[in-house]
């Protein structure tokens, strides 16, 4: 029962969630929240639900004052909750699920209501809901070496290879001597290694990618395509194997795909995009990966042109050059935009190239749209606020970056930027007290961010 996105859930279902979302940004949590789990009641599978209702608990969470406290009266009054989702995770997990929702209203980062939670996931064939679950709770305990294991299982079963890595690679750091540690990350090193590499991976299976091969000749043909360095004739010998392959399923888009990543390693670009337009032409142009790919070649075609016209010398050249490609990918951000209006992510990468190209108006009207999407909607609320400061609506640009700070409870690069800007936009409205607080948040865990020494000794001095 794998998750479904809005798209795939009927209109009145989209209304609903609209109106949570429209909640939240009017601040009103409960309701939203109450929206949200009758929308999650009738179709559990909606992640995008799942995900706001998550970010409107820790919201209200935190707002209450919650705490080490409050985590502890929340576990004395959720026991029998716990023990009763517990005992339907095999029988009845959709149940489970609704029990564990309820809980988390109470204490959203308890341990045992989220680790109910994503077991019951889990058993509802849910990954996407446990893997976010667990993501949320990792930010509040970034240290927690079984959540970095648990969650980095996860995403190597879900073959999110490099994330996978990243969790074993922070338990390295946390016990560099744990031969279980070390293990885990060369494990998910391997693995991340051969997915960036091309090669089939073991459908989950564990062993290696042998297991999948139908014989040694194709397992030695794979192992040739993974070669970190490859010679010419390597790369020619794939690209008559794929080439053969089109031959056989002239139709079969992953071929095609794969023709265009050893044309690009061969350099031969014109062909890689030769054969991506092909793709695009026999997908009916709706692949918004190929439609991507496409355009990430030309930029790169862009570039290589940019670096021939710098080493012959031609600056004059080269501005141009440089003026065509900066045109070339705000139009073309704006096309994929229209030929796929409900992909939010489009929506966000628009915005940003509008903000650069100080089209704030039309940047506010792209970013409106993309917080809306859960793993874009810190940044969209910073550049909506980067947006009002540039038109000089101060006071709006700080209700952004307050409403993206507190959904941050770590004090990561992104929150770090937050509080920094909102520290410019209280200055700038002479609010300057407020302005070196949150320069000194920043300041006792990142002395080098930007100019902030700078400015706490300029305060001290003041002072």
């Not at 050893?262 to 142009?285: C, K, V, W």
């Not at 650069?356 to 009207?365: D, L, T, V």
Request: aromatic share 6%; hydrophobic share 40%; glycine share 6%.
């Amino acid at each position: 029962m794998p998750e479904v996105t809005l798209e795939e859930v009927p209109r009145k279902m989209r209304e609903v969630f609209e109106k949570a979302v429209s909640a939240m940004e009017r601040g009103n949590a409960d309701y939203a929240t109450n929206m949200l789990l009758a929308l999650l009641d009738t179709e559990p599978r909606l992640l995008q639900a799942r995900k706001l209702l998550r970010a409107a608990q820790i919201k209200k969470f935190r707002e209450s004052g919650g705490g080490a406290m409050r985590h502890l009266t929340s576990s004395l009054a959720g026991i029998g909750g716990v023990m009763a989702g517990s005992a339907m995770l095999k029988s009845k997990p959709l149940k489970a699920l609704q029990a564990a929702e309820k809980l988390m209203m109470k204490d959203p980062l308890n341990k045992q209501f989220y680790t109910l939670l994503a077991k019951a996931a889990i058993a509802a064939d849910l990954p996407e809901t446990a893997i976010h679950t667990l993501e949320f709770a990792l930010e509040a305990e970034p240290e927690s070496i079984d959540l970095l294991y648990w969650l980095g299982g996860l995403y190597k079963d879900g073959g999110i290879t490099d994330k996978a890595r990243e969790c074993f690679e922070r338990i390295g750091t946390l016990r560099p001597n744990d031969p279980k540690a070390i293990k885990a990350l060369k494990d998910a090193q391997a693995m991340d290694t051969m997915k960036s590499g091309r090669w089939t991976e073991a459908a989950g299976e564990v062993g290696g990618y042998r297991k999948v091969m139908k014989d040694a000749e194709e397992a030695q043909r794979l192992e040739q395509e993974a070669k970190a360095v490859k010679t010419a004739g390597d790369i020619d010998t794939l690209i008559a194997d794929q080439l053969k392959k089109i031959e056989r399923e002239p139709n079969n888009i992953n071929y095609r795909r794969a023709l265009a990543e050893h044309y690009i390693r061969a350099e031969r670009l014109d062909e890689a995009l030769a054969t991506l337009q092909e793709a695009d032409r026999i997908s009916g142009g709706g692949d918004p990966q190929i439609d991507r790919s496409i355009s990430n070649l030309r930029v790169r075609k862009f570039d290589a042109r940019i670096e021939e016209l710098r080493a012959a010398g031609d600056e004059a050249g080269v501005q141009a050059a440089e003026q065509e490609k900066d045109a070339y990918l705000l139009a073309d951000a704006e096309e994929r935009v229209k030929r796929y209006p409900n992909d939010l992510q489009f929506k966000y990468e628009h915005g940003v190239l509008l903000f650069e190209h100080g089209q704030f108006i039309e940047a506010i009207q792209q970013f409106q749209l993309s917080q809306r999407n859960p793993q874009r909607r810190i940044r969209s609320l910073y550049y909506l606020a980067r947006c009002f400061e540039q038109k000089g609506q101060l006071d709006i640009a700080a209700e952004q970056l307050e409403k993206a700070s507190s959904e941050l409870s770590v004090l990561d690069n992104t929150k770090k930027d937050i509080l920094y800007e909102l520290g410019v936009v209280y200055d700038q409205m002479g609010q300057r007290e407020k302005a070196v607080d949150l320069f000194k948040q920043i300041y006792s865990v990142d002395i080098a961010y930007r100019d902030v020494a700078e400015r706490i000794e300029k305060s001290y001095k003041k002072g």
